[in-house]
């Protein structure tokens, strides 16, 4: 109990040490990012995108990303958010241009983190790094703006992000790569006594 109350006081620091950073130019970017991520919509254009490419490659990355969401999203958000009850922080001294509105759910883990982490794993299992990069930086931008916008606490962003990584490691359980699946094994012709094949 000891430790679980000094880790929130470190969160608690950090979050205001976030708060208080004055980073020119996010403070117009980071909040409508974090609002399109709502309902996994920004991952859902960029599979969309993906796909419309008619690459193979590309094409798997947006399939496997959104595999990954089905996962890490219930994971996150039902099992784990009933399971910590944790409330949200209070952000009344942030500026208005970052704060968005306090969403009703409890605060750990970032289900935010957790849909943005899985997707960009999931891409990265299977799109080049000059598609599976910038979405990993838009992933990063997206976990780190839940915490600039005041709804989350770094912990919650950690953890979520943990969550949705495993999510996406898992994809390759449900869905292996061709290279992965296990090969059908020829028929052999049986052999005569002589150990030569008829």
Not at 162 to 189: N, S, Y
């Amino acid at each position: 109990m000891r430790l679980r109350s000094r880790l929130h006081r470190w969160d608690k620091r950090l979050f205001k040490a976030v708060a208080n950073a004055h980073l020119p130019g996010l403070e117009s970017v980071l909040p409508p990012l974090s609002n399109a991520a709502n309902n996994a919509l920004l991952w859902g254009l960029i599979s969309g995108g993906l796909a419309f490419t008619g690459r193979r490659r590309l094409r798997r990355a947006a399939t496997r990303g959104l595999l990954a969401i089905s996962v890490a999203s219930p994971l996150a958000n039902i099992a784990a958010k009933r399971a910590f009850n944790r409330k949200r922080p209070l952000a009344d001294f942030l500026p208005l241009a970052r704060v968005l509105r306090t969403p009703s759910s409890t605060s750990f883990p970032s289900g935010h983190s957790a849909t943005a982490a899985a997707f960009a794993t999931a891409v990265a299992l299977e799109a080049p790094r000059r598609v599976s990069v910038p979405v990993g930086v838009v992933a990063g931008a997206v976990c780190f703006s839940r915490v600039y916008t005041g709804v989350h606490y770094p912990g919650d962003v950690l953890a979520g992000a943990a969550i949705g990584v495993a999510a996406g490691l898992f994809t390759r359980r449900l869905w292996p790569d061709v290279g992965e699946a296990v090969p059908v094994l020829r028929k052999t012709r049986p052999e005569r006594a002589d150990g030569q094949s008829e």
